[in-house]
């Protein structure tokens, strides 16, 4: 089982930029792929961002594609959301999960990964 624990979230002005970190505890973090989502008041649970185990292929959703990137460093059992340019939209509670690398499931979903952070508030003002 991987613990998962977010930070580098807060408050930034529109335009701004966030780095959000995603630190691993247990072993093995290297065999699991890793997603960064997100939820804003009243609204699912969506998709961000997934990097996969190894750290050469990666996806966006297209509402962050251009402006975000992910990244993982194994040997610091830490995975990473840099947000560029940031927009009062991108405002809700942003979630690094992960699952076995190996999975077939759609790293696009929610049901796609097994172990979740506790989230961290990212808030965009105008």
């Known amino acids: 089982q991987v613990q998962l624990v977010e930070s580098g979230g807060g408050l930034v002005q529109a335009g701004g930029s966030l780095r959000l970190s995603c630190a691993a505890s247990?072993?093995?973090?290297?065999?699991?792929?890793m997603g960064w989502f997100r939820q804003a008041p009243g609204k699912e649970r969506e998709f961000v961002a997934t990097?996969?185990?190894?750290?050469?292929?990666?996806d966006y959703a297209d509402s962050v594609k251009g402006r975000f990137t992910i990244s993982r460093d194994n040997a610091k059992n830490t995975a990473y959301l840099q947000m560029n340019s940031l927009k009062p939209e991108d405002t809700a509670v942003y979630y690094c999960?992960?699952?076995?690398?190996?999975?077939?499931?759609?790293?696009?979903?929610?049901?796609?990964?097994?172990?979740w952070g506790q989230g961290t508030q990212v808030t965009v003002s105008y």
């Open positions: 999960a992960t699952v076995w690398r190996y999975t077939t499931r759609d790293s696009r979903t929610v049901a796609g990964y097994d172990n």
């Open positions: 247990g072993r093995f973090f290297s065999e699991y792929n």
């Open positions: 990097i996969r185990w190894f750290g050469g292929a990666t």
